[in-house]
């Protein structure tokens, strides 16, 4: 039987410990809950034992739970998936966040399906940084153009950059992590509502806090393998 608490707890002891080792207060640091193919009954066991922010990779699975859990009314969700044309309309309409958008038309979809009556779309543009040929993410090369983009959109709001590293060894990982340290950091130099560098997964998280960090998305830690 897993325990969610349990691994909760951990999870944050991880985050202090990796924190202190950094050099960095571990406030800074978020933890987002990925609970992708997880039932709502294990999302209600995490916020049960406190945990308020959870990501969600495919956009019917993620309205059907957004609409489940509607009554507990302080869950922040975010969505980490690749965005199809197709479905902005939904993302717009029913999450807090999205951390994967790599192009402009994305941006321009979310900004105008997005109801200007609620707070804007909490934003951060994913990266490709280990330029691999096949994977979702912009090139380094259009990060200004698109961050521009987007700080125009009055129903979305810049506030950083996502990334998932190729698979590689430490050392690897580490260089990419690197990298969008220093995206990040000129970035937030142009922007002030940028503030969250959200990388770092189950396997790679310590580095990713290194590196600075301020969001870790985990799920295998939290809610055990997926199938
Ligand atoms: C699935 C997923 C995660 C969580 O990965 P774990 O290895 O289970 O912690 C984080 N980020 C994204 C974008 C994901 O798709």
Redesign the pocket.
């Known amino acids: 039987m897993i325990n969610i608490a349990d691994n909760l707890k951990a999870i944050h002891q991880d985050i202090i410990n990796a924190s202190n080792n950094a050099n960095r207060s571990s406030v800074a640091v978020s933890l987002l809950a990925?609970s992708?193919t997880k039932p709502v009954s294990l999302i209600q066991q995490a916020y049960d034992a406190g945990q308020r922010h959870f990501?969600e990779?495919y956009v019917q699975e993620t309205v059907e739970k957004v609409q489940q859990l509607a009554h507990l009314t302080d869950i922040t969700w975010h969505f980490?998936?690749p965005i199809q044309s197709n479905k902005t309309r939904q993302i717009a309409e029913n999450v807090d966040w999205a951390?994967?958008i790599d192009r402009i038309k994305t941006a321009k979809r979310l900004n105008e399906q997005r109801d200007s009556n609620i707070i804007p779309l909490n934003v951060c543009l994913q990266v490709n940084i280990s330029g691999e040929e096949s994977k979702s993410g912009a090139k380094i090369s259009e990060v200004t153009e698109l961050a521009e983009f987007i700080n125009n959109c009055p129903n979305l709001a810049l506030r950083g950059l996502m990334a998932?590293p190729a698979k590689g060894d430490d050392e690897v990982t580490k260089q990419s992590f690197i990298k969008m340290q220093t995206l990040f950091n000129q970035l937030q130099h142009q922007y002030p509502s940028v503030d969250t560098l959200s990388m770092g997964?189950?396997?790679d998280m310590t580095i990713a806090i290194d590196c600075g960090s301020t969001m870790i998305?985990?799920?295998?830690?939290i809610f055990g393998a997926?199938e």
């Open positions: 990925v992708k990501g990779n980490i998936g951390h994967s998932i997964m189950s396997n998305r985990v799920g295998t830690a997926r």
